[in-house]
């Protein structure tokens, strides 16, 4: 079978292909702590879960409408026009089976072969995969530890240009959990208007947010009108295997993004959507519960890598990752991450997984229990002790 060239500009997600060997490690007998997957640890809220058996007791086990359900369509354009303080019509909604496909739509309807995409460096490593199948040319822009992992504004002013077709911006981010501030937004709008850009905002992580106000740059007057919105429910409401997230988008767009949709996946299953609905406007409750446990969680991690021999972090203000500085053990930070699952048995990420500014860092997810970081603690403290012997 000859495979089309196109597939060799496919990048992939580590976390996925990091599970799979710890999973291959525990299948054998070892004890492994994970800490390499983005997923959060708790229940989907039971009010959550109850709107989706209810929906599937009613029947809701048909195709919907491309876009997704009225129901949830409008209760999405309340919200975000709540939140963001711009007018939403539900016609500006595509619902989709998690915010990858709003990624990866929103490139193939904008970008032609040889356009160019800034998008964060360390960042998500979709974004990069994405760009580059589609044809694009990525265009990285340096997340620094230096700066609480913000950009330099004269660095990101000088990657734009009229070859520039769209920024993605992330904040919180994956995997620092480095939040942007109203000035670097400005920025970005600023840029964005001067060269005529689509902006891509992945807002998945607004919720977990531990100090200060969520800024998004779709309160600067003049930005929505060129901007993809992503959201969605995977980490606010822990349903990551609902397959649920959205985008928001100018009325022309979305009527390209929901073909896509057609062609790609059809619809999202109905009752995902009816517990989407009810996600959104029913008691929130638990997810601040969640968010005061993962500021707990970030506190303990934190303070326990920075006691590390050759360990420097950070305290993230939002997500749930940590992302530490190991220059100091002298070691590569792919060789680090697997020594770290092989010989200590805990799963993480080597900060290449997210980009080439990744290397000298690992992230961390602290979506699992105090118990279990800390036994994670233990064991990444005796490890590291014994490469320093």
């Known amino acids: 079978m000859k495979i089309a060239q196109r597939m060799n500009r496919l990048g992939t997600e580590t976390a996925f292909e990091v599970l799979v060997k710890a ?9 492994v702590v994970h800490l390499e997957v983005g997923e959060p640890d708790f229940a989907t809220p039971q009010n959550i879960i109850e709107a989706g058996i209810r929906a599937l007791k ?3 086990t048909k195709y919907t409408a491309s876009a997704g359900i009225p129901e949830l369509r409008q209760a999405i354009a309340d919200e975000v026009s709540a939140t963001r303080g711009i007018p939403v019509s539900p ?10 496909p709003i990624m990866f739509f929103t490139i193939l309807a ?3 072969a040889g356009d160019e995409v800034l998008y964060p460096n360390p960042g998500f490593p979709i974004y990069e995969s994405m760009i580059a199948y589609c044809g694009g040319k990525p265009v990285p822009y ?6 609480n992992f913000r950009f330099d504004p004269d660095e990101f002013r000088a990657k734009a240009g009229p070859k520039t077709k769209l920024i993605i911006l992330n904040s919180p981010q994956n995997p620092t959990g480095g939040v942007l501030e109203q000035s670097d937004l400005q920025v970005v709008a600023e840029v964005a208007d001067k060269y005529d850009i689509t902006v ?5 992580y607004r919720r977990v947010l531990y100090d200060g106000t969520f800024a998004s740059i779709l309160s600067i007057p003049g930005v929505p009108e060129r901007s993809v919105l992503l959201d969605g429910f995977s980490k606010t409401y822990s349903m990551t295997g609902w397959r649920l997230g959205y985008g ?7 009527a390209h993004i929901t073909r896509l949709q057609t062609n790609a996946n059809s619809c999202v299953a109905g009752f995902s959507q009816y517990a989407g609905v009810e996600a959104l406007t029913g008691p929130q409750d638990a997810v601040d519960q969640m968010v005061a446990a993962f500021r707990g969680r970030r506190d303990v991690i934190v303070e326990g890598l920075n006691a590390i021999p050759g360990f420097k972090c950070l305290k993230p203000r939002g997500a749930f990752y940590v992302f530490p500085n190991t220059t100091g053990t002298g070691w590569a930070s792919k060789k680090l991450a697997d020594y770290l699952l092989n010989e200590a048995g805990v799963a ?13 860092y690992i992230r961390f997810s602290y979506a699992n229990s105090l118990e279990n970081i800390k036994l994670a603690l233990a064991r990444v403290r005796e490890a590291v002790e014994k490469i320093q012997d």
């Not at 340096?142 to 700066?147: G, V």
């Not at 928001?248 to 979305?254: G, K, R």
């Open 142 to 147: 340096i997340l620094r530890e230096e700066n």
């Open 110 to 112: 904008l970008v032609e």
């Open 200 to 204: 891509l905002t992945d807002e998945i």
């Open 91 to 100: 016609d500006q909604v595509v619902v989709t089976p998690g915010g990858k």
């Open 58 to 60: 009613d029947g809701k």
């Open 23 to 31: 999973k291959a490690l525990e299948a054998q007998g070892r004890s």
């Open 348 to 360: 993480c990420l080597s900060g290449t997984a997210f980009g080439a500014a990744g290397e000298g």
């Open 248 to 254: 928001v988008m100018p009325l022309e767009l979305a």
